[in-house]
Each structure stands twice: as C-alpha cells, then as structure tokens.
C-alpha cells in the first residue's frame, strides 16, 4: 500500500527525475559534493530567507547544467535553524545544523548564515570541523575579529567568509551619512538584545559621537515583548532629531507600528535588519514610510550589469533578487570556482582543500564587484548602501525591491 | 513635553496596557477561583482571539490602516468582530473543559494543568502551522482621532479600549454578584462540596466559568490587535504572563483583584519604562511581584478563604 508519505516521496523522486533527470542519468558516476545553506527559513525572516538561498541555489543549479567543473554535481541542501518558538533564528538550532553538516563528510562548504546571533554558535563548530562557509548577509564584525579568534575559530584558520562588509562599517557608516547628509543633530539609540542589533547600534552610537552628534540616551527592547509605546513616549520628550534602530524584524516590525504613532516626525534609521519584506508586510504603510535601512553590500540590482542575473533569477523562482540575493549568489560562485580551481589542478575535493581554494579566492568580475578576502575571511572591498522607504502604489507594497529607494553609498567610516 | 505632560502619557499608556492585562487576568481567576486551576492553555486562546478578530475584520474588506470607518458601519464591523472572537473563543474554552479537563477533575496532582500547557501549546502550533510566524497587519478601521491634554495625547483608540474593559468587567462583576449563575459560582468557588449538596450544577459552573473566561481573552485579543494594529503567533506567551502575573498580584481567585491586578502591572510597566529603562521592565515586574507575595501571600486583595484548609 502506497502510505501519505511514500507517496509524497515517489511523487518528490519523479519531479525531482524531471528536473535533473538528463545531468544525473547521464553523469552517474560525478562526485556529488553537497553545500549546506544554513539560513532562517522558519520565522519572522522567512521571506528574506528564501529569497537569498535562491541566488546560491540558482548558481549551483546552472553549474551543474553546464557541467562547470567536470566531474563534480554539487547538492545544495537547506539547513534551517530558525525555530517556531523563537519565532526567528534560533542560535542552538544553528549549532545543530553546523554539527550536522561537520559530521558529514559530503559536505565541503556552506553558505549562511544569515543571521549574526547564528553564526556566533556555529562558528566555532565550524571551525573545529574545519568546515568554510560564506555569508551572505551576517554582519556582527565580532565573529571574524582576530581579537575573538580563540572564541569563534579555535582551530586558527579563518572559516567564516562574508560577501558583504560588517557592521564595523554598517553602523558608523550610517552614522556619517546622519550626520552629514540628513544633518542631524541628536539621536537616541534603541537595539534588540540580539548579537547583531547591539553590535551594531554600539558601533553606530560610537561613530555618532565622534562625530559631534548628541546621543540622548540608549535603550534595549526586548523582542518578545509586544509594547514598545513606554520607551517611544520617552523618547518623544527627548525630542531628538532621529532614532537608530540596531536590530532585526521581530521587534522592528512592532517598534516601526507603534513609532509611527508617537514620534512621526523623527527621522528613523536601522541596518539591515529593517531591510526586509517582512517589515513591510507586519508594518506595513504608512508606518514604514520613510525609515531608512543600510545594506552591507555594493546596490547592484538596479545595474544594468545585473540584469541578466534578475532575469534568470526571476524566470526560475518567480520572485525577484534583492541584494543578498546576489551576495549569496556570490558565496556561491566563490565555491563554486573553488571547486573547480582544484578539479582542474587534480588536487582532491575535500573541506580542508576547498577551505583553501575560498581563502585563495581573487575574483575581479563577480556582479557585486572584486571578491577577495583578508586573513580574517572579511571581504576587502566594502561598500554600505542606503535605502530609503517611499511608498510606490504602482507595484506591490510588499515588495521590497519596489519599496526600498536607494539613496546612496554611505560615506566611509 | 513637561515631566508632568511625560507621566500623564505614560499612566495612559499603562492604563490600555492595564485594560488588556485585566480582562486576561480576569480568565485565570475564574477558573482558578473555581477548580484551583491555573489554566496555561488561556495564554493562547488570547492569541487565537486576535486571529479570529483579525479575520473577522478582514472578512468585512478591512486590510491594514488605511481603510477608515465611522458611524453606524464601524460600530457594526467592530460588534461583529467582538462577538466572532468572544464566542470563538469561549466555545474553545468551553471545549477544552469539557473534553479534556472534566475526565481529569478527579485526578489528583498537576496533571489537569500539564493538559492546559498541552492545550497550549496544539494551539500555538496550529496557528503557526496555517498563519505562519510572521507578523501580520491587523485591519483598523478606527479614525485617527486624537485629543490633546496638556503635551499628552490620548487617541480615540485608547477610550474604546477603556470603555470596553470597563463594560465587560463591569457586566462581570454584575453576573457574578447577582444572578443565579454568579452566586451558584461563588458559592462553588467557596465550597464544592457544599455548593453541590445544595444543589448547584457544578459543572455548569465550571464550563460557564470557563466560557466567560475564554470570551474575555477573546475580547482581549481584539483589544490588543486594534491597540497594536498586529497579531503574531507568539504573542500569547508575553501578554499571558503578565496577565498571569496580574491575577497573583491582586489575589488569585478574586474578580476585583485581577481587575486592579491588571491595571497596576501596566501602570508598572509603563513607568518603570519611563525611570529605569525598558531593558528592566520585566525585574522591576516580577520583583514588585515578589516582594507583594512575601509580605501578603494571598495577594493584594486575596482572602484567606475559609473553607480551603
């Protein structure tokens, strides 16, 4: 008797025959490497989620249809450590993902995570196991700092490479783009208690006194927690010039709601934990309008140069890239090379060789611009992007490609 | 904005935040009252509420804030909404008594209050399961109303909430002082024994304690949708505590109690904001709490009962 879930897998195996049915009939024989991509799929950052494991799924897919290095079928695997009952990701979770991926010879590299608190757990598993991977959007400079290292990479050698710049750059580069360009003059300072959001409002706040700004006062939300008016009618009082918001949806969406009410006129500012569909959806109109976000990446998908990539991209998922997309879709293309720099070599495939090949990476043409990474596995061209929210009723409002207006690069700290 | 401006805003912050708590705490406290229960399955009947509401609303072609009613529609839109969750969810809590509590009432130990944590936790998953984990844009369809007194605001959103509780709670303390139900509860709530001899139906009592209960978490539910103008799946685990916390507070068991219960730990909440920083919030909270309980263990308004040796 056919039971549900044999019948789900028979079903799965034909689709599964149709799509790759011509590569793997035809090269039964090609080592398959897997490469696990570790990102939140589950919780308040699902929708990003998705939409970035896409770009490492598209490149590995069209490396096996060209058989791009001979031999070799890469299977990439989604490993999702964001949990139900933390309603985002979840840092155990995360760690059990990197121990299962380390206790599998098959795999040969990762991409992910996406989140800071995430990497922070998997890092050091990680590194034990000697297990590279690439993130496309984590941010926390703590991980790769040498300063850490006996924390996050025991074993010495880097293994935690980024295709973006960190929040070294994300929150100080905000800073000089408040004070310079919006000309502000004070601002208070809120953050998530997450790894990510602290470390970023700490480097933001930092580099806003430096550079003259008054910082009225810092506090901390907690994420669970649903009313925000408390510390937004303080704030009001304060009357600053603008908020900074270090921190990612679960209590952005709640706080960018309820500020929208109590402080409508100030200016409001995050990373790029308030980049995201999802802000847009919980918060929606007219409560996001005008919040500004920073991206830790060159703003590529408006460029012509892309456009080929958008429209792959888009005829494959349905769904169109944004800017983590492309640095995840870069990850990809870095193992991929890697990969094929040591077929080509007739060296052997395997995680130590592969960490390798990442760290030895010079690419000059990826669509994000130069990859290269120092000894730390930091990207050494960094570019911070802003972004501005306005609303455009011509496309969904949820999209947010169509809601994100870029709005320049973010003068270097 | 003044000091005095500033604390105004924040007793009327504390005060929509006391409301929701009270008519949460109010569900804890009938059912532990009766069966000496603490029902952790009420956390997420709250959150069911918010969804039912949320759905009701959006039935009516409400989505987010930028559809505005007024007048008789409004009125009509928000009843319907208020009754789809009160029943909805006062039928779940009728069910959970029913079903899965009454063959428990004569099992001794926790195991009736591990089933609520159970109850809890099916309906936590069966939501995430169809609604999913993110955060949703509850429709409201209230005016942008908005009145000054001195620097601080108060929105018309505020006054329903207020009025709402107060109706409820009052229509509460109306039904369970002088109708037959109402005494037949508080006479079960004194003695079981006793009240059943008598000839109280006690599990009319139970299930109508539990009805009321649950109809008020789904009232809260929509109270905190139109407040937030959001609904998530994990919103019962953070609200439920508090309220839970409410209900100890003011003396579990007792209608009054979690009434000012409610309302002070908002009140805490949204100063404790203001003085020390919204990072204490929760300590300033459960050490006021401790501090109640270990100078007055029944709670504020708690009495020894005497019956309950």
């Not at chain 1, 809601?403 to 270097?412: L, R, S």
């Amino acid at each position: 008797m056919l039971t549900r879930r044999s019948a789900f897998k028979a079903a799965a195996g034909i689709a599964a025959t149709a799509t790759f049915g011509v590569t793997q009939g035809a090269y039964a024989a090609d080592m398959v490497v897997k490469v696990g991509i570790n990102l939140s799929y589950t919780g308040a950052d699902s929708e990003s989620a998705t939409r970035v494991a896409n770009g490492g799924i598209l490149a590995f897919e069209e490396a096996n249809k060209y058989k791009e290095v001979k031999g070799v079928t890469f299977e990439p695997v989604k490993l999702d450590d964001g949990t139900a009952t933390a309603g985002q990701y979840d840092p155990a979770q995360a760690a059990t993902n990197a121990r299962k991926m380390v206790s599998d010879k098959g795999y040969i590299a990762a991409l992910g995570p996406q989140m800071s608190g995430a990497g922070k757990a998997m890092s050091p598993i990680l590194s034990a196991g000697n297990l590279a991977t690439i993130t496309p959007s984590s941010t926390n400079p703590d991980i790769t700092d040498p300063k850490f290292a006996a924390q996050y990479r025991p074993n010495g050698k880097a293994i935690y490479f980024r295709t973006v710049a960190t929040d070294a750059y994300q929150g100080p580069n905000m800073a000089n783009y408040m004070a310079d360009v919006l000309k502000v003059k004070s601002v208070f300072v809120l953050d998530d208690s997450g790894a990510y959001g602290v470390g970023i409002a700490d480097s933001f706040q930092a580099q806003a006194e430096k550079k003259g700004i008054k910082v009225l006062g810092r506090d901390r939300l907690d994420p669970k927690a649903v009313d925000y008016a408390t510390i937004l009618t303080k704030i009001k009082s304060m009357n600053p010039d603008a908020l900074y918001y270090g921190g990612v949806g679960q209590a952005g969406v709640k706080l960018a709601k309820q500020a929208y009410e109590i402080i409508p006129n100030v200016i409001k500012a995050g990373g790029d934990g308030m980049q995201s569909a999802d802000l847009l959806k919980g918060a929606g109109f007219p409560a996001v309008e005008g919040w500004y976000a920073t991206v830790a990446s060159p703003h590529v998908t408006d460029d012509p140069k892309t456009k080929d990539f958008s429209d792959r991209y888009f005829a494959r998922f349905n769904l169109r890239p944004d800017d983590y997309t492309v640095t995840c879709y870069t990850g990809a293309r870095v193992i991929i090379e890697a990969v094929k720099m040591l077929v080509n070599a007739g060296k052997p495939v395997n995680r130590d060789t592969v960490r390798d090949a990442i760290q030895a990476t010079k690419i000059s043409n990826t669509l994000q611009g130069p990859v290269e990474f120092d000894e730390n596995g930091d990207l050494k061209n960094k570019v911070i992007s802003v972004f501005q929210i306005k609303k455009d009723t011509t496309k969904p409002l949820d999209d947010p490609d169509a809601q994100y207006k870029y709005v320049g690069v973010a003068p270097m700290a | 904005m003044t000091t005095a401006d500033l604390f105004l805003q924040q007793a009327i912050n504390g005060l929509s935040l006391g409301a929701m708590y009270s008519l949460l705490a109010l569900g804890f406290t009938l059912v532990y009252g009766i069966m000496e229960l603490i029902n952790f399955s009420h956390f997420n009947v709250f959150m069911v509420g918010s969804f039912v509401a949320m759905v009701t609303l959006q039935m009516f072609g409400l989505s987010g804030q930028d559809t505005i009613l007024t007048g008789l529609p409004l009125v009509g839109v928000m009843l319907v909404a208020f009754l789809a969750s009160m029943t909805l969810c006062g039928a779940i809590g009728v069910a959970i008594e029913r079903f899965l509590l009454r063959p428990l009432r004569a099992v001794k130990g926790p195991a009736a209050m591990i089933t609520t944590i159970g109850v809890s936790y099916v309906l936590f998953n069966a939501v995430l399961l169809s609604i999913g984990a993110d955060s949703k844009n509850f429709p409201n369809p209230l005016p942008p109303l908005t009145f000054a007194i001195g620097g601080a605001v108060l929105r018309l959103r505020e006054i329903l909430i207020w009025i709402i509780s107060l109706v409820l709670m009052g229509g509460l303390t109306y039904f369970v002082q002088f109708t037959r139900l109402g005494k037949a509860m508080r006479a079960t709530a004194q003695d079981p024994e006793a009240a059943r001899m008598m000839g109280v139906e006690v599990d009319r009592v139970v299930m109508t304690a539990f009805f009321v209960g649950s109809a008020l978490a789904g009232a809260s539910g929509m109270i905190f949708g139109l407040y937030y103008n959001l609904s998530k799946v994990d919103i019962g685990f953070a609200a439920g505590l508090r309220a839970f916390t409410a209900a100890v507070l003011g003396g579990i068991g007792n209608v009054p109690g979690a009434m000012v219960g409610g309302v002070l730990i908002g009140l805490i909440e949204a100063l404790s904001g203001q003085v020390v920083g919204t990072a204490w919030t929760d300590v300033i909270i459960f050490g006021i709490l401790v501090l109640v309980l270990v100078f007055k263990p029944v709670g504020l308004m708690g009495r020894v009962a005497p019956n309950k040796s």
